[in-house]
């Protein structure tokens, strides 16, 4: 089992950066991957970012060059640092954790860019 807290969305003006953190407790030890999926109104939930254990990233190609995945080993924490946003950035951004073969979720943020 694993336990996500995501924090740091809000409203931010296009062109601004936001950074989300996503502290994981638990089996910590067991992951294999963490990231992060967003889901607008009326869309289906896609693939942001992640990053597995062996610090190999992955990116939607929306945000490549505009979003950078890192995470804090000592801390069990994983970030997004989101720059240059674009009002189709908005969204709630759910962090996950993949163990083995299952997914464990945190509660959402919601991430609004509009000026």
């Known amino acids: 089992q694993v336990q996500l807290v995501e924090s740091g969305g809000g409203l931010v003006q296009p062109g601004g950066s936001l950074r989300l953190s996503c502290a994981a407790s638990?089996?910590?030890?067991?992951?294999?991957?963490m990231g992060w999926y967003r889901q607008a109104p009326g869309k289906q939930r896609e693939l942001v970012a992640g990053?597995?254990?062996?610090?190999?990233?992955n990116y939607a190609d929306s945000v490549k060059g505009r979003f950078t995945i890192s995470r804090d080993n000592a801390k069990n924490t994983v970030y997004l640092q989101m720059n240059k946003l674009k009002p189709e950035d908005t969204a709630v951004y759910y962090c996950?954790?993949?163990?083995?073969?299952?997914?464990?979720w945190g509660q959402g943020t919601q991430v609004t860019v509009s000026s």
């Open positions: 638990g089996s910590i030890f067991s992951i294999n991957a």
């Open positions: 990053i597995t254990s062996g610090g190999r990233t």
């Open positions: 996950y954790a993949l163990l083995q073969h299952t997914y464990y």
